[in-house]
């Protein structure tokens, strides 16, 4: 079976997500607004293509209003670099829970205030939340990423596409996935699930990767296997297996240069 579908890359200011290259995003991870000011003044001078702000690491994100300041601040700094805005909750790999009311005020408000680019917001949210978080940021010019994350192991190949293809369902703009291998055949299934939904079902990009060392090749493959950013670290990283961001280009660039 080939894919069939007509596929929509995403324009992010100067990018395109999902054409050539993966992007190169970095996570801000600071728990203070003054170590996540320094830290974007950090990746504003690193050779990556976007940011990420992880804002379960940031102590007051219980406080909309320090919330919409620190964003204010970073955007300051990085006024023109495509900025995703995470809350990655605890059961997903992240640093705490909020109550599921507080996770669709605080999506909706940032959204709401055209500052970042993309939202990332969890499949394993109830279906209306989801979509009313869509429809707000789709109004603000704002697109979704709709994500899944298993730290503990790697679901069966069909599993990673069904979650991959009820993402596209949903109405994310982008689809994303990241799994820990317990054995080099895990990530051979993750990037199994990936080729496969890039040759029969994608109609939007997708990230995936396998996380940890074992996994790491899965951060360096996505032009061939169909995952469109890949997350680097620079000092520090949001999740095991991230490559320094030093190695990143060049590695991006020898493989896309032979394929
Ligand atoms: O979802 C992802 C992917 C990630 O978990 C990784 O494995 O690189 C890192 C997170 O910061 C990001 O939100």
């Known amino acids: 079976m080939s894919n069939t579908n007509t596929f929509k890359p995403v324009r992010v200011k100067h990018l395109t997500i999902g054409e050539g290259k993966p992007k190169i995003c970095v996570s801000l991870t600071g728990h203070r607004t003054e170590q996540i000011i320094e830290e974007a003044h950090t990746l504003k001078l690193a050779d990556i293509d976007m940011v990420e702000w992880r804002v379960d690491f940031f102590e007051q994100v219980e406080q909309l209003d320090q919330v919409t300041y620190t964003l204010e601040r970073i955007r300051d700094i990085l006024p023109s670099t495509p900025l995703i805005f995470t809350f990655r909750s605890a059961k997903e790999g992240g640093q705490c829970e909020l109550s599921s009311n507080y996770y669709v005020e605080l999506n909706q408000a940032i959204a709401a205030t055209g500052e970042v680019d993309l939202i990332d917001v969890e499949l394993f949210n109830e279906e209306t939340a989801i979509q009313q978080l869509i429809t707000i940021a789709h109004e603000h010019n704002t697109f979704v990423i709709i994500s899944n994350h298993d730290f503990q192991q790697t679901p069966p190949k069909e599993e990673l596409i069904s979650r991959l293809s009820r993402a596209q369902q949903l109405g994310a703009d982008i689809t994303k996935i990241a799994v820990m291998p317990q054995s080099s055949s895990d ?25 940890a060392g074992k996994g790491m090749i899965s951060r360096l493959t996505g032009e061939l296997f169909g995952s469109a950013i890949t997350f680097g670290a620079i000092q520090k990283s949001s999740a095991p297996g991230q490559v320094p961001v030093s190695d990143l280009r060049s590695i991006l660039s020898l493989l896309h240069a032979n394929l």
């Open 187 to 211: 990530v051979i299934t993750l990037l199994d699930a990936t080729n496969t939904m890039k040759e029969q079902h994608a109609d939007r990009p997708m990230i995936t990767m396998s996380m």
